[in-house]
T-cell receptor, first 116, second 108 residues
């Protein structure tokens, strides 16, 4: 079974440009999460989709970030316009829909974003 | 904030068991204890989780104290590839709150 995949693995852009990151979750996983780690800090939650709906977007830093999951399959995270402080590694994770108890999140390899 | 406390770093000799402690004294009755690790700059890798009973899988064992206020992750025969940052996580919601974790160094 394929794991969570992310594209691109690296992206280098200039301040003010737009970048779109993509995440393909494990097939059949309804929960999809975005996290990021900026230099020297812990990994922080950004948002959570259940199917195509945003369940929790409390971690999104500001309105320059837009996440979508049309059709409830893959997700995109767009940063527009990018700023220097957006540099970091963006991780996506997915899990099955939790009916009771707990669900385990499986992470992708991440996209390293560098804003110059 | 993370609900867990872990030592910032630990050393373990290759081939020996690595025992990583975690305190979670404010854990609630229905909260699970999860362990993940991050090797270099790869994505966090799930290791194991448990509620109250001890758990074992092909990667590790998880020992949870009877009062559930602490736990220990055991890697039975540590190898150099186990060098990573290990995160003990107790999260009431779906989102994972990562702390600083324990940086485990495996010594040859």
């Amino acid at each position: 079974e394929a794991g969570v995949t992310q594209f691109p693995s690296h992206s280098v852009i200039e301040k003010g440009q737009t970048v779109t990151l993509r995440c393909d979750p494990i097939s059949g996983h309804d929960n999809l999460y975005w996290y990021r780690r900026v230099m020297g800090k812990e990994i922080k939650f950004l948002l959570h989709f259940v199917k195509e709906s945003k369940q929790d977007e409390s971690g999104m830093p500001n309105n320059r970030f837009l996440a979508e999951r049309t059709g409830g399959t893959y997700s995109t995270l767009k940063v527009q316009p990018a700023e220097l402080e957006d540099s970091g590694v963006y991780f996506c994770a997915s899990s099955q829909l939790k009916l009771r108890g707990t669900d385990t999140q499986y992470f992708g390899p991440g996209t390293r974003l560098t804003v110059l | 904030d993370a609900k867990t406390t872990q030592p910032p770093s630990m050393d373990c000799a290759e081939g020996r068991a690595a025992n990583l402690p975690c305190n979670h004294s404010t854990i609630s009755g229905n909260e699970y204890v999860y362990w993940y690790r991050q090797i270099h700059s790869q994505g966090p890798q799930y290791i194991i989780h448990g509620l109250k009973n001890n758990e074992t899988n092909e990667m590790a064992s998880l020992i949870i104290t009877e009062d559930r206020k602490s736990s220990t992750l055991i890697l039975p025969h540590a190898t150099l590839r186990d060098t990573a940052v290990y995160y003990c996580i107790v999260t009431p919601d779906d989102k994972i709150i990562f702390g600083k974790g324990t940086r485990l160094h495996i010594l040859p």
